[in-house]
C-alpha cells in the first residue's frame, strides 16, 4: 500500500523559509511524477511544483524563483525548499504521486496517491 508522509510544516514570518518533506513507502516504481500541492481557506488546490523520475521539474508562477522542488530516489523522499515565503503561501501543502506514467500532466492533474498535509502559516 503506497503512503506519503508530509512533515515540515510550520510558522514563520514572512521572508522566512521552510523545508517541506514528504517520505513514501509501499512502492517500488521506477517510473513517477511526484509534487506539491497547496490548499488556502477558501480556494481550491493548485499545483505549486512537480518533478517527474526523468528530473523534469515545473513550478507554478506564484512560486517561481522562491521555491526549490527536490526528490532523493535513495530515501524516497520527496522536498520542496520555500524561501522569501509570504503570507499568501499560508496553506495546507499535500504531497501527491502518479506511479504510472514517468512523466508529470501539464495541468497538475493524474495524481493517484496524496498524503495528509502539513500546514504552512506565514505571518505579515
Known amino acids: 500500500q503506497v503512503q506519503l508522509v508530509e512533515s515540515g510544516g510550520g510558522s514563520v514570518q514572512a521572508g522566512g523559509s521552510l523545508r517541506l518533506s514528504c517520505v513514501a513507502s509501499?512502492?517500488?516504481?521506477?517510473?513517477?511524477?511526484m509534487g506539491w500541492f497547496r490548499q488556502a481557506p477558501g480556494k481550491e488546490r493548485e499545483g505549486v511544483a512537480d518533478?517527474?523520475?526523468?528530473?523534469?521539474?515545473k513550478y507554478a508562477d506564484s512560486v517561481k524563483g522562491r521555491f526549490t522542488i527536490s526528490v532523493d530516489n535513495a530515501k524516497n523522499t520527496l522536498y520542496l525548499q520555500m524561501n522569501s515565503l509570504k503570507p499568501e503561501d499560508t496553506a495546507m501543502y499535500y504531497c501527491?504521486?502518479?506511479?504510472?506514467?514517468?512523466?508529470?500532466?501539464?495541468?497538475?492533474?493524474?495524481?493517484?496517491?496524496w498524503g495528509k498535509g502539513t500546514l504552512v502559516t506565514i505571518s505579515s
Open positions: 509501499g512502492y517500488t516504481y521506477s517510473r513517477y511524477c
Open positions: 501527491a504521486a502518479d506511479l504510472m506514467r514517468g512523466y508529470c500532466r501539464v495541468d497538475y492533474a493524474g495524481m493517484d496517491y
Open positions: 518533478i517527474d523520475s526523468a528530473g523534469r521539474i
